[in-house]
């Protein structure tokens, strides 16, 4: 890559022959096509009652850099997937006293069972990127099978693939420590700051004063977050849920507009949320972009 220009873009809007970019600098350009492919940040998503509430008191997993800064504290971890499970481990490592609270009955672990891990019924149940279960992995490493099952089950399968889960060998590091302790089945109804720290209070009524809430709560699509995009542009672009509708060259409703990663699960499916997809994603975009040229 001869050329790579390290500048934000601070606005993709529609322009009279395609469209008008403009960097953060204030300069813009003119370009006929746009690949949209700026990652998950905007979409870190928080539970509603720890929404608006000061960034000291309650941050999401993906603003942390280093949670030494907890040791001494009560910290509660909110979510049951690897974001949460990993930040607990790594907080009470760092000293602090950690609660996890899992609103499921329970934390799921990722274990390979070695029965189904060995030849020749593996290669039959899971393909390579080993992106979901047993035999819907074959699925998901097909993205253009996967965009011609029935949307519903699409919905299925997306939402398993990904559902919240702990690596195996992390569960050492969470289960037999004696600062941190789960909470399942429960979530947290309110939260309001006092005198420095957050009174929480949950489900069934019983409530706790906690330091820090860390949210490991994941991710939203949704690319109204994208604050590069411009209103007119935002409008034109078919959408579900937040998500583009895009074609098999993952060009959104707008022509010459194409969307890459997450926002690409909706169309293709959960392995677009992974470093796996980029492969297919870009050998797509690559022969549709050269085939309109
Ligand atoms: C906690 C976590 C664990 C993960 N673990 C795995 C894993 O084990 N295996 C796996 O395959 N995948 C994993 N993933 C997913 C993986 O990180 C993503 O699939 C991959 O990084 C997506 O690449 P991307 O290029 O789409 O986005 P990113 O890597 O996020 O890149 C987006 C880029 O766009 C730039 N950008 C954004 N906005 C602008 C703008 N306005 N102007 C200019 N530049 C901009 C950003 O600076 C960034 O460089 C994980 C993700 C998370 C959050």
Redesign the pocket.
């Known amino acids: 890559m001869p050329e790579v220009d ?5 606005q993709v809007e529609l322009g009279s022959d395609g469209f008008q970019l403009m ?2 600098d204030g300069e813009r350009i003119k370009s006929r096509r746009v690949v949209v ?6 979409f870190a998503s928080r539970p509603e009652p720890l929404r608006n509430l000061p960034r000291e008191l309650v941050s999401h ?2 603003e942390e850099r280093d949670l030494s800064r907890f040791a001494g504290k009560e910290v509660a971890v909110v979510g049951a997937g ?2 949460a499970l ?1 930040s607990a481990a790594l907080l009470s490592e760092a000293g602090a006293k950690v609660q996890l609270f899992v609103r499921c009955p329970l934390v799921h672990w990722l274990w390979q069972r070695p029965l189904l891990h060995k030849w020749p019924i593996k290669p039959i149940l899971y393909a390579p ?1 080993d ?1 979901g279960p047993a035999f819907i992995s074959q699925i998901v490493a097909r993205p253009n099978w996967y965009r011609r099952m029935r949307r519903g089950w699409q919905d299925k399968w997306g939402i398993r693939s990904i559902r919240p889960a702990g690596a195996g060998w992390l569960k050492p590091r969470v289960d037999n420590v004696s600062n941190v302790s789960i909470v399942t089945g429960r979530s947290i109804t309110s939260a309001a700051p006092v005198g420095g720290r957050l009174a929480l209070k949950l489900d069934d009524g019983s409530e706790r004063t906690v330091d820090h809430v860390l949210t490991g709560t ?2 939203r699509v949704d690319i109204s977050r ?3 995009l411009g209103r007119k542009l935002l409008a034109s672009i078919r959408h579900v849920d937040g998500y583009p509708q895009l074609d098999a060259g993952f060009q959104s409703s707008v022509p010459g507009l194409h969307f ?3 926002p690409a699960a909706w169309s293709f499916g959960p392995l ?7 492969e297919f994603a870009s050998r797509a975009l690559a022969r549709a972009v050269a085939e309109n040229n």
Do not use: D, N, T
């Not at 492919?37 to 905007?42: E, N, R, S």
């Open positions: 390290r500048r934000e873009v601070a960097f953060g492919a700026a990652g998950i940040a905007p997993s993906s690897q974001s990993e990127p992106v994941g991710y994208y604050a590069f890459l990663g997450a677009m949320r992974f470093v796996a997809g980029a």
